[in-house]
């Protein structure tokens, strides 16, 4: 009996903890920038919510409201945490690109053809919300270079058709157009 008391916390221990794993394997997918940071950041992230979800786990009050609050907390603790920590290069933590993102895409309507032209770090997520406005107008001869970036080695820039513009969109910004793609 005691076998299956163990698995059966095991078991909610995984359950409990597969959040941060979820929410790193997609904050690694769209949100590469991260440098030597990530080395360090991560799996300390992993060892703090480890800790959160093992004392979640010990707690076994069995009342169905306190279960159902334990677990919706314990969630959205060591998911807030597993965002917060997450580094990035350019110092602009994960939520506030999400934040530019989504004030970027909200204000799609007074973006003009001028932020089609890139211009570095600062516009990244306006000039993404402009591609996908002026999305028609864009030469597909493969003489517009995403980013205004030249081809690197494995990784090509140049435009061909339109389903070449989200298959080369760096980070977020795929996010940004497939959200635009599903409610623009």
């Known amino acids: 009996m005691d076998e299956l008391k163990e698995f059966r ?11 941060t794993i979820l929410t790193t394997m997609l904050l690694i997918k769209f949100f590469p920038y ?17 800790f959160i979800v093992g004392l979640a786990v010990l ?32 110092g602009i933590s994960v939520v506030q690109q999400a934040k530019e993102a989504v004030q970027a895409i909200q204000h799609i309507g007074n973006l003009d053809r001028s932020y089609l032209q890139y211009d570095g770090y600062n516009h990244e997520e306006e000039y993404v919300v402009a591609l996908y406005k ?19 080695y494995f990784y090509g820039f140049t435009i061909h058709n339109m ?16 959200y635009m793609l599903m409610f623009k």
């Open 9 to 19: 916390r095991f078991l909610r221990f995984l359950f409990l903890l597969m959040p």
């Open 134 to 152: 002026f999305r028609n107008e864009i030469p597909m001869d493969g003489t517009y270079q995403l980013y205004d970036r030249e081809n690197l």
């Open 59 to 90: 707690i076994t009050y069995r009342k169905r409201w306190f279960v159902i609050t334990k677990v919706t907390l314990t969630i959205m603790i060591t998911t807030a945490i597993t965002i917060k920590m997450y580094p990035q290069d350019s």
């Open 34 to 50: 991260t440098g030597l940071g990530r080395i360090v950041t991560v799996p300390f992230t992993f060892l703090i919510n480890i």
């Open 163 to 178: 389903q070449d513009i989200p298959k080369k969109l760096i980070g977020h910004h795929k996010l940004m157009w497939l």
